[in-house]
């Protein structure tokens, strides 16, 4: 089970991170971009998902792309959701509490190099030897 503070940790230890808040929520940047952040579920958000709404703390995170949303949701969905308010957005929902911290890890810098302008990740790759 993750948490905010492993969340925190694991942003912060990417390159160029920043922490602020997005619409009053914390949030990770990467050069003014948010790469994962806390989603409060809204009422519209809570109406359709009905009984499959967490109840516990959820995070935001963006993906490559839509197709890879989708797949996170339909290999996980005790852990991955999404809502259509995110609908045309590369961006995933997780149940926080469902998240193991090795499989945040991977989410948090894939999220990362999803949004980190294309030499900062190069560059980052390059010094993980990836």
């Not at 969905?77 to 945040?104: K, M, N, S, W």
């Not at 949004?115 to 390059?126: I, K, S």
């Amino acid at each position: 089970m993750a948490t905010w503070a492993d969340v925190r940790r694991l942003a912060l230890a990417l390159p160029a991170t920043t922490e602020g808040t997005s619409y009053g929520s914390p949030a990770w940047k990467v050069r003014d971009r948010a790469f994962v952040w806390e989603r409060p579920l809204r009422r519209a958000d809570l109406e359709h998902l009905g009984d499959a709404a967490p109840a516990g703390p959820v995070l935001a995170a963006a993906v490559a792309d839509e197709g890879v949303k989708h797949a996170l949701v339909a290999d996980d969905p005790a852990v991955y959701l999404t809502t259509p308010h995110f609908d045309g957005y590369a961006a995933v929902l997780v149940r926080l509490d469902a998240v193991d911290v090795d499989e945040l890890a991977e989410l948090v810098t894939e999220a990362w190099l999803a949004r980190a302008p294309r030499r900062l990740a190069q560059q980052h790759l390059a010094d993980r030897g990836c």
